[in-house]
């Protein structure tokens, strides 16, 4: 395993391995289960397993062959575990140099920018269905989608972000046959297109022809009828439209929009390669590949595509354009027994890259105790969502805090707004579902990003009212206070974090981060309400330029850390 971003984390697993005789990269460190017993604790169980030995007393060992360095100022043997103390000085000094504003967004000298380095990740999110509403239920595989683009490129990886549109299929020849039966709206718009699908499914049950000119209408786009591809093309370019402007609200840039349909020239060479290689079979003629129960289906009995096919193509343009070291696909954990029938496929074929594609599920989102989606009727639309979460927000900052101005508060409100309801879908660990309520989504004193999005807006009117940065560097030494500590500790974290969250493809580590450094802050800053002589903008100057630059540090985490979630960092609310 690698060692820790934290200097003074890989410090310990250091002068462990030195005392044993081992590589440091065998250890793993840890924080203490409590505070006061140390700042890394780092086990010795794979010493004992190497040196045959008991962990307690290598330990000992350890502890008894630890001098103070410049990164770590003692070592105490607990159990199987040896505890070290970080030399505080020297932990606050790094922060001070690193933890500064500037530079690219989200980036920030905390964070180790050389693990991805010469690596490539695709990240396939998003990807709606054109002709239908950008939907609340598209929101987490957009948002942690998102959000693991910005980790991974934050960790030096050469990113590339997908958005795959579903742009192809029956579904597609249902709206061109509810188009010729029923006509829409000019100008044409995604409302009209939906309401047409939605008609044309309904209508569907009772009349059993509509499905098959369906059908035959989508065979009339995959065999290149001009008719059909003006009438696709068109129902595409309305979508897009639409989409743009949602994804420009929420700052989301894409490096690759490419539909399904793009992968139409290469689909006969998929099904080609199948058979050619033996490892196509027929059924009720349609061509199938045996991998799972019912097995996966390559090729309709009508000569149609599927799925599987177009899903093939594109997973075989991305490793031949971008030679992946990793490509996720950020798709609902309903999709489950579809990636794993694609993945097993192509190592079937013999694609050892295949063991590189990773399907990343997610749970449900559900309002008002209902889960949303088009299937079950209860579709809110993403703009909708937007709309209402930047209102309600506008409404609280003014409530709260009247002496924002009206331009500050118009500008803050829609970062504010869109933000939070962002992270309420980051909080939960990814596999969990997520229920929507906005007292809970806008909390500003609550688990949300109003909450950290406050935190910095703190920060920089701390910063503000300070004026002029003092000349020369702070002094370490000055901040003294254990809630000092506290917060430089948990800052020391931030570039493992980031490493975490995009490893585990888990976003909420982030998150909750975020959290647990605000809460360290407000704790500490609210000290000097009781006692002036602790205030960050006390009367002592060199205790005042310290703490400035522990605020300035907290100020640079908060920032970064809440672009890689996809949230603004206001300087006012």
Not at 429 to 450: A, I, M, Y
Request: aromatic content about 10%; hydrophobic content about 45%; some cysteine.
């Amino acid at each position: 395993m690698p060692l820790p971003a934290n200097p003074f984390a890989a410090a310990a697993a250091r002068a462990v391995a030195k005392a044993l005789d081992m590589a440091p990269d065998e250890f793993t460190v840890s924080a203490p289960p409590r505070a006061e017993l140390g700042d890394f604790a780092v086990g010795l169980f794979p010493g004992a397993k190497a040196k045959k030995g008991a962990p307690p007393a290598l330990a000992k060992q350890v502890a008894d062959a630890f001098r103070p360095d410049g990164w770590l100022a003692s070592a105490e043997a607990a159990g199987p575990f040896v505890n070290f103390r970080a030399e505080r000085g020297a932990a606050f000094r790094h922060l001070f140099e690193r933890a500064q504003g500037g530079g690219a967004p989200g980036r920030s000298p905390l964070v180790p920018a050389e693990l991805g380095a010469g690596k490539t990740v695709c990240v396939d999110f998003s990807s709606p269905n054109i002709a239908k509403h950008l939907a609340y239920h598209h929101i987490r595989s957009t948002v942690i989608g998102n959000a693991l683009v910005r980790l991974h490129r934050a960790l030096g990886y050469r990113v590339v972000g997908i958005n795959h549109l579903g742009d192809w299929g029956t579904p597609h020849g249902m709206l061109m046959a509810a188009y010729e039966r029923w006509g829409a709206p000019d100008p044409l718009d995604i409302t009209a297109l939906n309401d047409l699908y939605v008609r044309f499914r309904a209508e569907a049950k009772g009349d059993p022809s509509l499905e098959a000119a369906g059908r035959a209408w989508f065979k009339r786009l995959e065999d290149g009828d001009p008719e059909a591809r003006a009438l696709w093309k068109r129902f595409r370019e309305v979508s897009w439209g639409e989409f743009q402007q949602i994804y420009d609200q929420m700052g989301i840039v894409f490096d690759e929009v490419r539909g399904e349909s793009e992968y139409e020239a290469a689909m006969p060479g998929v099904v080609a390669l199948f058979v050619e290689k033996g490892l196509a079979q027929e059924s009720e003629g349609a061509l199938v590949v045996p991998v799972g129960d019912p097995p996966l289906l390559l090729r309709k009995s009508d000569g149609a595509t599927t799925y599987h096919t177009r899903d093939l193509a594109t997973a075989l343009y991305r490793w031949q354009s971008y030679g992946f070291d990793r490509s996720l696909y950020v798709v609902d954990r309903g999709q489950g027994l579809h990636f794993k029938q694609l993945f097993d496929a192509l190592k079937l074929a013999g694609f050892g890259w295949a063991a590189r594609c990773t399907h990343v599920p997610f749970g449900l989102v559900r309002l008002g105790g209902k889960k949303t989606g088009t299937r079950t009727g209860n579709v809110v639309l993403l703009k909708e969502v937007f709309a209402e979460a930047t209102r309600r927000s506008a409404a609280l900052m003014r409530e709260r805090n009247p002496e924002l101005g009206e331009a500050e508060a118009s500008a803050a409100a829609p970062v504010v707004g869109i933000g939070a309801v962002v992270f309420a879908n980051l909080f939960a660990q990814r596999e969990k579902d997520v229920d929507f309520e906005w007292e809970q989504v806008l909390n500003p004193s609550g688990d949300s990003g109003p909450y950290v999005q406050y935190g910095h807006a703190r920060c920089a009117s701390i910063l503000r009212k300070a004026g002029a940065a003092p000349g020369g560097a702070p002094d370490p030494g000055r901040l003294a206070h254990e809630a000092e500590w506290t917060v430089a500790r948990r800052l020391l974290d931030y570039g493992d974090v980031v490493a975490r969250a995009a490893e585990g493809n888990e976003p909420h580590l982030l998150s909750h981060y975020l959290l647990d450094l605000c809460g360290d802050f407000s704790r500490w800053y609210t000290l000097g309400n009781g006692d002036p002589s602790l205030r960050v903008l006390c009367d002592d100057a060199g205790a005042r330029a310290a703490r400035l630059a522990l605020v300035g540090a907290v100020k640079h985490v908060l920032s970064t850390g809440l672009h890689l979630l996809g949230l603004g960092a206001p300087e006012a609310m």
